[in-house]
C-alpha cells in the first residue's frame, strides 16, 4: 500500500493551500485517515484525522482554520488549509490506519509560508 501526497507549495501568511492524499491500489480501505507535519526542528505533529464514518479530529492549531475531508469513491482524502500562518510551515504526511492497527505514511508533501 503505497499513500501519495500532493498539493504542498509556497505561499504568503494569509493564502490557502489543499493538500490531497491518493491511495495506490485505491481499493485499500482505512479506519482512518489523517494528516501530520513536521516543522523544521520538531517533531511530526497531528493536524487532523478524519475517521471512515466521518468524525473529525483537529490539533488546536488547525481548529477553525483547517477542514480535513474524504472522497470515499476515490479514496482519497484532503486538508484544505486556510488563513496560513508562517508556523504552518513544513513537510506534511499523510496517514492511514487499516482496521488492523496497521498505520501507513506517505512521502510528505512540503508547505511554506512566508510572511
Known amino acids: 500500500v503505497q499513500l501519495q501526497a500532493s498539493g504542498g507549495g509556497l505561499v504568503q501568511a494569509g493564502e490557502s493551500l489543499t493538500l490531497s492524499c491518493a491511495v495506490s491500489?485505491?481499493?485499500?480501505?482505512?479506519?482512518?485517515m489523517g494528516w501530520y507535519r513536521q516543522a523544521p526542528g520538531k517533531q511530526r505533529e497531528l493536524v487532523a484525522t478524519?475517521?471512515?464514518?466521518?468524525?473529525?479530529n483537529y490539533a488546536d492549531s488547525a481548529e477553525a482554520r483547517f477542514t480535513i475531508s474524504k472522497d470515499s469513491a476515490k479514496n482519497t482524502w484532503s486538508l484544505r488549509m486556510n488563513s496560513l500562518k508562517p508556523e504552518d510551515t513544513g513537510v506534511y504526511y499523510c496517514n492511514s490506519v487499516a482496521s488492523w492497527g496497521t498505520p501507513y505514511w506517505g512521502q510528505g508533501t512540503l508547505v511554506t509560508v512566508s510572511s
Open positions: 491500489p485505491n481499493t485499500f480501505r482505512f479506519s482512518i
Open positions: 478524519i475517521t471512515n464514518g466521518g468524525r473529525t
